[in-house]
């Protein structure tokens, strides 16, 4: 890390409507230097970053690059001075090409005679593709053909060129699996070394710990603190994100799996359209089964297929108790199922719509008086109560979706359909971008089901958090089984890794 700074910001505040999300915030960031930001969810990291990189504007104070006055209007400015950022939503577009995606409003570029040189893009695409690090991805197909992970990998592309000075990734790790975390630190790192800089914002305190030079926390809008690395300490970085101590433990405490005896989904030669090969795996009341592996191994295709949501081409999912087939989310739905996708803005949320309205949507029976009446202090209760319990950050439960920091639509996901108390639930990577406090509370919950009788499958690319909550994993690998490892205190992350690859 030298000591020539790169960029300053200088008293920035930024107000929502009435609410102040950033106050008098002051971030320097040295050239080489990988910073780490940290903070609650909703304490401000993706506004003050998106500051930074043109996409949106500051209400109050300066910014200097190499000294001088920066204020981008846009992101496309913010690229031209060198300053790129992956957000933590998908950023790629739908129903065009990989190597359109990387060239972006610059396709025009390869025509000759006024038709895209498609040869050229290609090759162009293929070569900005190798040069972060992803071999293994054809940039002539249509980008809906990627998982979530690729095309998350396809943003890096995206923003990593030769004018690049500072990389901003807004919690972008935790959308991928250990392969493709490997591909971003490792381009951390070559960017380091080129005297380049990094503003790595996550909520794995490991990785930030690991990864960066420096640390910024933020809450409530506010710098607290910044620590050099020879001070990182998980607990006194918890304790400066959430201001309080965390007590009591993380994971779930007992050491033993258990489960009862019934059986309650039988998964029979199950082979899917995408992903799951030939499998066969039964699941118990009052378990957490994890479903662990890489990114392409098909744990995401099967979780949907469990609930219905996935083409099947042979094989059943047989709901035990009534014998019925689940072919259909409304068929699961029906049986009392639930289901958190990983891509939770397509998929668990109506974003355009209300806190209030998402959660109701899987719970209309729950809160429906005699056949047809819905009283709203019952409606207004159902949906306070996920509120409360996750403690979701928002004006009021008539907020949309859309204006909800990341971690907090995480919970409104995961609310919906803890508010409806399923006997089974799906969870698929559930505590993507939630911060420390509100994971320890999400644990716990999910161990209060397993105590109530209620099955959970925890679909998840965080070895820890698997070892340390599920009383049985599975591990795949290219669709098919390749480990099953019962909870113990000596199963560790390698046990579980050489299954994987
Ligand atoms: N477009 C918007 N309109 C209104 N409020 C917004 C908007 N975008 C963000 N907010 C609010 O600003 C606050 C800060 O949100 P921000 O996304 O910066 O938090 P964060 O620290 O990145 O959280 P997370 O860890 O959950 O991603 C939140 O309370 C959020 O609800």
Not at 54 to 83: E, V
Not at 84 to 101: F, H, K, P, R
Request: net charge neutral.
């Amino acid at each position: 890390m030298s000591v020539e700074k790169l960029i300053e910001v200088r008293n920035i505040d930024k107000y929502f409507g009435p609410v102040k999300v950033l106050n008098n915030v002051c971030l320097e960031i040295y050239k080489g230097e990988v910073r780490g930001l940290v903070g609650e969810n909703g304490s401000g990291k993706s506004t003050l970053s998106s500051i930074i990189a043109g996409i949106l504007q500051a209400d109050g104070g300066k910014m200097f690059l190499k000294g001088n006055i920066y204020n981008p209007k846009s992101m496309i400015d913010a690229q031209t001075h060198g300053i790129g950022m992956v957000v933590q939503e998908l950023g790629t577009v739908s129903n065009i090409t990989v190597a359109e995606n990387i060239f972006l409003g610059k396709v025009n570029n390869f025509k000759r005679f006024g038709i895209v040189d498609r040869k050229k893009l290609y090759k162009s695409a293929k070569e900005i593709l190798e040069r972060v690090g992803i071999t293994d991805i054809d940039p002539a197909i249509p980008i809906n053909f990627l998982n979530f992970e690729d095309r998350k990998l396809i943003e890096f592309a995206k923003v990593v060129d030769e004018n690049l000075e500072l990389l901003i990734l807004d919690e972008t790790t935790t959308a991928l699996s250990q392969k493709g975390r490997e591909i971003v630190y490792d381009l951390v790192q070559k960017l380091k070394s080129q005297n380049k800089s990094v503003l790595l914002i996550s909520h794995d305190l490991d990785e930030i710990m690991k990864v960066c030079d420096t640390l910024t926390v933020l809450r409530d809008g506010n710098v607290i603190t910044e620590l050099p690395k020879q001070e990182f300490e998980e607990n006194k970085i918890k304790q400066y994100m959430i201001g309080r101590e965390i007590k009591g433990h993380y994971y779930r405490p007992d050491a033993e799996g258990s489960h009862e005896e019934e059986v309650v989904l039988k998964i029979k030669n199950l082979t899917t359209f995408r992903g799951v090969k030939n499998l066969s795996f039964e699941v118990h009341k009052g378990e957490i089964l994890g479903i662990g592996g890489l990114s392409h191994c098909g744990m995401h295709e099967l979780g949907r297929a469990l609930f219905g949501a996935e083409k099947v081409l042979t094989g059943r999912v047989i709901h035990c108790k009534t014998g019925q087939e689940i072919k259909s989310p409304f068929a699961a739905m029906k049986l009392n199922i639930g289901y958190v996708s990983k891509d939770r803005d397509k998929e668990s949320l109506v974003l355009a719509d209300s806190i209030k309205n998402n959660i109701v949507a899987a719970g209309y029976d729950k809160v429906t008086t005699g056949k047809y009446f819905i009283f709203p202090k019952t409606e207004n209760k159902y949906v306070d109560e996920q509120i409360e319990s996750l403690r979701i950050k928002c004006t009021s439960r008539n907020q949309y979706v859309q204006y909800l920091s990341g971690g907090n639509k995480q919970k409104v996901a995961l609310g919906k359909w803890l508010a409806r108390d399923p006997d089974i639930l799906i969870v698929d990577c559930p505590t993507r971008g939630v911060d420390v406090g509100v994971k320890a509370s999400i644990y716990q919950i999910l161990y209060q089901m397993k105590k109530e009788g209620k099955t959970i499958i925890m679909i998840s690319e965080e070895l820890p958090e698997l070892i340390g909550m599920c009383d049985r994993i599975i591990i795949l690998k290219d669709g098919r089984k390749t480990g099953e490892f019962k909870r113990s205190p000596d199963l560790s992350e390698a046990n579980l890794i050489m299954c994987m690859i």
